[in-house]
Every structure is written in C-alpha cells, then in structure tokens.
C-alpha cells in the first residue's frame, strides 16, 4: 500500500521551483509516449522476448518456439525490437543500446 502524501500545513507555494520544475517538463504528448511505452513492459511475456532479444538475435521460429509470438507485433510497433531477412528467415533483436539499457536498470532494480 501506498503511502499517502504529505499535506502541507500552510500553503506556502515555491513559486520559484514550480516554475523551474514546468519549464523543464516535456510535452504533455511525450509524456503520453512515454507511459504508452511503459505499458509495453508491463506484460511479461513481452518482457520475457526482450530479455531473449537481450542475451542473443533470434529467428522469428526460435522466438515462436520460445515465447508466445502474439506479443513480437507490440514490441515492434513499440519500436523495442528490430528485425532482418536472411533469406526467408527473419532475425529479431533489440532496437537499440536504450533498451538493453532499460533492462538493464529494471533488473538491477528489481534484484535489489
């Protein structure tokens, strides 16, 4: 359970820091990017295909033979994940260093 905020005692607003704090915020549409792509790691089974991404390339048959392949469609449309031909195989890895990043940094936080 969380805990609740604090309430101020006084209303006493730090007209300087608010005013720093919203200059730096994005844009509201970022933001709404930012938690649609925070949603995409809320499934583990996505996770679970990023974390194979992570330690190796993998073919769409591996990755089907792996995982549930109805959850590759979010990742690339997430722009998590990319893919190759090699003839009629397709290969499927990371999109970039951000995601291995990202992984990263939630197992490390989770593992805490």
Do not use: W
Request: proline share 2%.
């Amino acid at each position: 359970m969380e805990e609740p905020l604090e309430k101020c005692e006084y209303m006493h607003v730090h007209e300087d820091i608010v005013h720093k704090v919203n200059e730096q915020m994005p844009d509201e549409e970022i933001l709404y990017d930012l938690a649609e792509l925070f949603k995409i790691f809320g499934d583990s089974t996505r996770i679970k295909i990023l974390y194979a991404l992570f330690e190796s390339e993998m073919c769409v048959c591996d990755i089907a033979q792996l995982l549930n392949m109805t959850q590759l469609r979010s990742l690339k449309q997430s722009k998590l994940v990319k893919y190759r031909r090699e003839g009629k195989t397709v290969f499927y890895s990371l999109a970039d260093a951000h995601v291995r990043t990202i992984i990263n940094q939630g197992l490390e936080h989770v593992e805490e």
